[in-house]
């Protein structure tokens, strides 16, 4: 259960004299004080629990701030930028920012981050990271370019991971998303690109993260009012690599989908989230709290006077713009329940006595009774019941995601899948992926309308899979007709039977182009198709000439007259491909998959014969289908061609045996001992 309080205006005086608001609020070295940066020329200290103002620094006339304060919690001084490359630090002390430390940077600055336990960190606009002492060491110093042209960073969060910093953000080039993550206890930056699902391809408006233990959760709030999460790893198998992470879909229509501004999300705890925007049944902004869990809206708050779509989080309080004033809001959030999240929790009557919880930290247990004995007793007791609790087996991930397979949904086997490839890859890593699959397939045949696509598309993208290792999964994908599997395993499966790579040719082949237009393929083997057919027209109009081949001896003159009383048929013809892009790349897959061809001509007997004149397989075509290929007039012109091409070949073949012939001679000649003081002419007949 969770519950907002009454809210109060921390101050009196308007914010947000620039567009956008307040630039941020952040956390000081004291509990309940905060540095509120305006979006004009002015920070302000305040606190909390006295609603008040502490100190107020302005930058002069024509400066403006350009990146929220920050204070550094190792000194206990505060950092700003203003005019995006000027650096200043005080301390509460001073009252001129004009006459404070002053550092000129030679780049442009995004962000200034600071936590408990680590120096401030600098992001600058171009993606460079450096830490605040090595910066001031040399102001001047040069700032590496990290994002590409036309990439700007759109968000950034600073934490801690076992102990060690981590600095993740988000950036966006023409309507593509990609996430950032900076180890600094590694000195490892990995990518990552964001593949928003078909709801989220207008705006993603607004993020927020949060650790758990062996991954990263990136919450976004997405233009279409709904809240999706992606997982990324804190140990990537492959840290140099640009990888691909794909969201689920965590709450639906959390916000009003018509809400283009005005909205914004954090994450409060595990479970539950806040979420600033009109919801759908009001047009006013409100202020709400989502189970996620549950996937209930806990409890709400109106804010008539709208907001700036901006919400920060710190401690139990979140602080937001109600109008042009900021304004502060208590919250509680229980441990989730169900009965907590529909509202059903019952509390005891006594209120003096406060309910155990369910996750005690036997360090401090005063508060629960348990450290107020204050014995050697009480101690023995908790350090007997922390041993007792530590020692209770782990249930490992993959033996969790095995039983979600056999009885959960799909959505929460996809949650479960996601979790478990976010954690750091085993040896035996190849194997258990094999066995997820043959779970999934094993239930998939129990209950033919179980297909979880999803999880079969992200285990396939893993690459460590092979037919041998789960022989089911082509057959079940032939079955669904899922060319888009299949095109993937054909990519990736070195060991695919003969057969299961005709039977796939052949779906290739018959499946509608209605059908395939709506698929998502691959077209990365077809990215110059049209150049292609516009290169092989010319080369196909001069490669006889250039073979030394006049069509006029060809013998075939019956054949090529034939063809010359249709002249507008044979433009058409030529000019036009058989297929279509997308099944052009399918069909790629297939030619480029490994295939022994003594195994393959018996099963391409199978082939209809409309569909035989396509393909690149000739050789192996014409001996598994010689009749057909003679008798159907659509391969006459075929035929033709191949004849006139073979031929032209063999003259080619031909003039380089002559020319192999003659230089074998040469060798001899130079290999042979000749007296250098005799002076002699030899002459060689080539032909």
């Not at 804010?303 to 937001?320: A, C, D, I, K």
């Not at 069509?551 to 003159?557: A, I, Q, T, V």
Request: net charge negative.
């Amino acid at each position: 259960m969770a519950a907002l309080e009454e809210g109060f205006t921390l101050t009196a005086v308007p914010l947000g004299s620039g567009p956008d608001g307040p630039l941020g609020v952040e956390q000081s070295d004291k509990t309940d004080q905060f540095l509120v940066t305006d979006s004009g020329r002015t920070v302000i200290l305040y606190k909390v629990s006295d609603q008040k103002p502490l100190g107020s620094w302005s930058v002069k006339q024509g400066q403006i701030i350009t990146c929220p304060a920050v204070c550094n919690f190792q000194t206990g001084e505060y950092i700003v930028v203003h005019d995006n490359k000027v650096l200043r630090i005080w301390n509460n002390e001073d009252v001129n920012l004009d006459k404070v430390f002053k550092a000129t940077l030679s780049a442009e600055v995004y962000r200034i981050h600071s936590i408990q336990g680590t120096e401030p960190l600098v992001l600058f606009k171009e993606g460079a990271i450096r830490g605040l002492e090595a910066l001031l060491a040399e102001p001047q110093q040069k700032i590496e370019t990290v994002i590409s042209d036309e990439e700007v960073i759109k968000w950034t969060k600073f934490f801690m991971v076992f102990r060690h910093p981590v600095l993740i953000f988000i950036t966006e080039k023409h309507g593509n998303y990609f996430a950032y993550v900076q180890k600094f206890n590694s000195r490892i930056l990995s990518k990552y690109t964001l593949l928003l699902g078909q709801e989220e391809k207008s705006v993603t408006q607004s993020f927020s993260t949060s650790v758990h233990r062996k991954f990263i959760s990136l919450m976004s709030l997405s233009s279409d009012g709904c809240v999706y999460e992606t997982l990324i790893p804190v140990h990537p198998s492959d840290p140099e690599k640009n990888q691909r992470v794909v969201p689920s879909l965590l709450l639906k229509s959390v916000v009003s989908g018509n809400a283009r501004s005005g909205v914004a999300l954090t994450i409060l705890d595990q479970d539950h989230v806040a979420v600033l925007g009109p919801p759908l049944s009001a047009s006013k902004e409100c202020l709400s709290i989502w189970n996620t869990k549950f996937q209930t809206l806990q409890t709400s708050k109106e804010l008539p006077q709208g907001t700036s779509g901006q919400l920060w989080y710190h401690g139990e309080n979140l602080f937001m713009l109600h109008g042009k004033f900021l304004t502060v809001i208590p919250y509680k959030c229980e441990v989730s329940s169900l009965a907590g999240a529909l509202g059903k929790l019952k509390h005891g009557q006594d209120p003096d006595i406060h309910a155990m919880t369910h996750f005690v930290n036997w360090e401090t247990s005063q508060g629960y009774g348990l450290g107020s004995q204050n014995s050697e007793q009480s101690k023995r007791i908790l350090r007997r019941r922390k041993i007792e609790v530590s020692v209770q087996p782990e249930v490992p991930p993959s033996t969790q995601l095995l039983a979600a397979i056999q009885k959960d949904s799909e959505k929460h086997i996809e949650v479960e899948l996601r979790k478990f490839l976010a954690v750091k890859r085993t040896p035996d890593f190849h194997t258990i992926i094999g066995d997820v699959v043959i779970g999934i397939l094993g239930r998939y045949k129990a209950e033919p309308s179980f297909y979880p696509r999803n999880c079969l598309m992200q285990l396939i993208q893993t690459r460590v899979l092979s037919y041998s290792l789960c022989p089911g999964l082509m057959e079940s994908a032939l079955e669904k007709t899922d060319v888009q599997i299949l095109q993937i395993c054909l990519q990736q499966f070195p060991d695919i039977p003969e057969s299961v790579t005709c039977a796939c040719l052949k779906i290739f082949l018959s499946i509608g182009d209605d059908s395939l237009q709506e698929t998502d393929i691959n077209m990365e083997s077809v990215s110059d198709y049209t150049a292609t057919i516009q290169d092989g027209e010319i080369e196909q109009q001069t490669e006889i000439l250039q073979n030394g081949f006049n069509p006029e001896e060809d013998n075939c003159e019956n054949c090529a007259q034939e063809l010359i009383e249709k002249p507008q048929a044979a433009t058409e013809e030529s000019t036009s491909c058989p297929v279509t892009g997308k099944r052009a790349a399918l069909l790629n897959a297939i030619l480029h998959s490994a295939y022994s061809e003594t195994f393959l001509l018996p099963h391409l007997k199978d082939i209809p014969a409309q569909h035989i004149t396509i393909m690149d397989w000739i050789c192996l075509l014409l001996d598994a289908n010689f009749t057909v290929v003679v008798m159907i007039p659509e391969a006459k012109r075929l035929l033709l061609s191949l004849y006139k091409f073979v031929k032209s070949q063999i003259s080619i073949c031909s003039e380089l045996n002559k020319i192999e012939v003659s230089f074998r001679e040469l060798q001899k000649l130079n290999q042979e001992k000749t007296n250098r003081e005799l002076y002699s002419i030899e002459v060689l007949e080539l032909f």
